[in-house]
T-cell receptor, first 112, second 114 residues
């Protein structure tokens, strides 16, 4: 069964600090991995999408890494801002499988 | 380019009633997927429609159904509502069918069943 595990479940950081979120998956054969940001009460918004051959991808202060060998991904937030407070969801897809596998998300709270 | 729109944004229904939610995809997108999101379960896939046909279905009871029209707009229906159906229902549109294509989510419909 394809699974996606995210950690931590939640975290609190001070404004201006960095943080890293983790995503481990068992989806196989791997097609791509996406990170979404979801603000409270809103739909998820795509941050990055990475295929097998990509190790790192950045979107502003967000940097995602992928290790397809160990089936791990991380999302690094640099110089956090209050607007980064949201849930971050890792989504993985398999080749030849039209369904997406969703992680439960990590809730990030940035405090002034 | 307009994003995915969902109506209504908020809905309160009574147990046993039925409800219909609507989703208008981004222009040019032919696939619409529906998801249920609850605090304890996260995002769960309901079904995907492409070219007016249901292509994939998640593990939900038959009370959950949907359809897609020729203009790609989609509706989701839940009959005989239960308290556990209270959730944020999200739809997402994409150019093509399934996982290879980027999905764009709407703002969701918050359904409360009392």
């Amino acid at each position: 069964k394809n699974q996606v595990e995210q950690s931590p479940q939640s975290l609190i950081i001070l404004e201006g600090k960095n943080c890293t979120l983790q995503c481990n998956y068992t989806v196989s054969p791997f097609s791509n991995l996406r990170w979404y940001k979801q603000d409270t009460g809103r739909g998820p918004v795509s941050l990055t999408i990475m295929t097998f051959s990509e190790n790192t991808k950045s979107n502003g202060r967000y940097t995602a890494t992928l290790d397809a060998d160990t089936k791990q991904s991380s999302l690094h937030i640099t110089a956090s801002q209050l607007s980064d407070s949201a849930s971050y969801i890792c989504v993985v897809s398999a080749i030849y499988d039209y369904k997406l596998s969703f992680g439960a998300g990590t809730t990030v709270t940035v405090r002034a | 380019k307009a994003g995915v729109t969902q109506t209504p944004r908020y809905l309160i229904k009574t147990r046993g009633q039925q409800v219909t939610l609507s989703c208008s995809p981004i222009s040019g997108h032919r696939s619409v997927s529906w998801y249920q999101q609850t605090p304890g379960q996260g995002l769960q896939f309901l079904f995907e429609y492409f070219s007016e046909t249901q292509r994939n279905k998640g593990n939900f009871p038959g009370r959950f159904s949907g359809r897609q029209f020729s203009n790609s707009r989609s509706e989701m229906n839940v009959s005989t509502l239960e308290l556990g159906d209270s959730a944020l229902y999200l739809c997402a549109s994409s150019r093509g069918q399934g996982a290879p294509y980027e999905q764009y989510f709407g703002p969701g419909t918050r359904l409360t069943v009392t």
